[in-house]
């Protein structure tokens, strides 16, 4: 993706945030995608690795989900009413 075209006209923070909802989307899809391969490969050691590595990927989208916390004030709101 070419984000100097994209987000041209955004303020450096909202270029920050879609950067960061997308680094997200990546998380999420390698949790997806670890657990799959969890669920189909046969040898017990390799799927414990991949567990480690699909729970590493969980932490990540916590660590991201801070950030953007941190930067957006209404999304901070939103889970903060949550009582997230
Ligand atoms: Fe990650």
Do not use: S, W
């Amino acid at each position: 993706m070419a984000y100097e075209n994209d987000y041209e006209d955004e303020g450096a923070p909202e270029l920050d945030l879609e950067m960061l909802r997308e680094d997200m989307i990546g998380e999420l899809q390698a949790i997806n995608q670890y657990q799959e391969h969890i669920d189909t490969i046969e040898d017990e050691e390799v799927a414990e690795v991949l567990a480690h590595i699909r729970d590493e990927e969980k932490e990540h989208l916590v660590e991201l989900t801070k950030l953007i916390r941190k930067l957006d004030p209404l999304q901070a709101e939103m889970f903060k009413k949550e009582g997230l």
